[in-house]
C-alpha cells in the first residue's frame, strides 16, 4: 500500500506570496491532519480534515487555510507569507480518528518552504 | 493544554550501549505514540501504547507507558548507527469537544557512534 505523499517536496517563496501544498492519504484514510515543524517550536498541530469538514484546528492565524476533497485528498494555503512561515509542512492521515478512540497516524515525507 | 517533556534533549552513544529516552506529560494519556524522524524528513511511526503499564517491543526498541498513564519511556537495547535520528513522543489530547489532536514533545536527537 502506497504511503502518504506530499508535493511538493521543497518550496521557495518569497514575503507575500502565498502558497498550496498538496498531500493524499493511505488509500481508505479519511482523516488528514496537518502540522508545521520549526526548530523552535517543534511540531505544531495546524489542523485535521475528515469526510470534507475541518473538525479540529490547532492556534494559527487565519492566513493558514485548507480543505478536504471528496477523495480524502488535502491542500494547505498560506496567504501573504511572512519569513517565520519556514518550516517542514508535514500531513497525517488515518483512518478514522473516530471521537473517544486513539487512531495511528502515519507522515508523509513532508514539503520544506524557505519564505525568502 | 497538554503539554510533554522529553528528556534528554540529546544523546550520543557508542554503538552497542543501551539507552532510554522519557516522555513525561502534564495530563492522563490517552493514546501515547512514539515516531522517529531522519533530519528534514517525515516521521516513522514505532509504536502505540494505551494501557497503563502496557509494554511493547519491535526488534531492539521498547516502549512502556507507566501505570498512572503519565510517563512513557523508549528503551533501545544494543543500539546501532540505524538507530541514530530524533524520537518524537505525541500524545492524544481532546479538543474541542470529543475530537482529538495529537501534542508532540520536542524531540530527543540520538547519535550513535560505530
Known amino acids: 500500500k502506497a504511503g502518504v505523499t506530499q508535493t511538493p517536496r521543497y518550496l521557495i517563496k518569497t514575503r507575500g506570496q502565498q502558497v498550496t501544498l498538496s498531500c493524499s492519504p493511505i488509500?481508505?484514510?479519511?482523516?488528514v491532519s496537518w502540522y508545521q515543524q520549526t526548530p523552535g517550536q517543534g511540531l505544531q498541530f495546524l489542523f485535521e480534515?475528515?469526510?470534507?469538514?475541518?473538525?479540529n484546528k490547532g492556534n494559527f492565524p487565519g492566513r493558514f487555510s485548507g480543505r478536504q476533497f471528496s477523495n480524502s485528498r488535502s491542500e494547505m494555503n498560506v496567504s501573504t507569507l511572512e519569513l517565520g512561515d519556514s518550516a517542514l509542512y508535514l500531513c497525517a492521515s488515518s483512518l478514522a480518528r473516530l471521537a473517544g478512540s486513539s487512531d495511528t497516524q502515519y507522515f508523509g515525507p513532508g514539503t520544506r518552504l524557505t519564505v525568502l | 493544554s497538554q503539554e510533554l517533556e522529553q528528556s534528554p534533549q540529546s544523546l550520543i552513544v557508542q554503538e552497542g550501549k543501551n539507552l532510554t529516552i522519557n516522555c513525561t506529560s502534564s495530563?492522563?494519556?490517552?493514546?501515547l505514540y512514539w515516531y522517529k524522524q531522519k533530519y528534514g524528513e517525515g516521521l516513522i511511526f514505532l509504536m502505540m501504547l494505551q494501557k497503563g503499564g502496557e509494554e511493547k517491543s519491535h526488534e531492539k526498541i521498547t516502549a512502556k507507558l507507566d501505570e498512572k498513564k503519565q510517563q512513557s519511556s523508549l528503551h533501545i537495547t544494543a543500539s546501532q548507527p540505524s538507530h541514530a535520528g530524533i524520537y518524537l513522543c505525541?500524545?492524544?489530547?481532546?479538543?474541542?469537544?470529543?475530537?482529538?489532536?495529537?501534542?508532540f514533545g520536542k524531540g530527543t536527537l540520538l547519535t550513535v557512534n560505530p
Open positions: 480534515y475528515f469526510s470534507e469538514t475541518q473538525r
Open positions: 488509500s481508505g484514510h479519511r482523516s
Open positions: 505525541g500524545a492524544d489530547a481532546l479538543s474541542g469537544g470529543s475530537n482529538y489532536k495529537l501534542t
Open positions: 495530563k492522563t494519556l490517552y493514546g
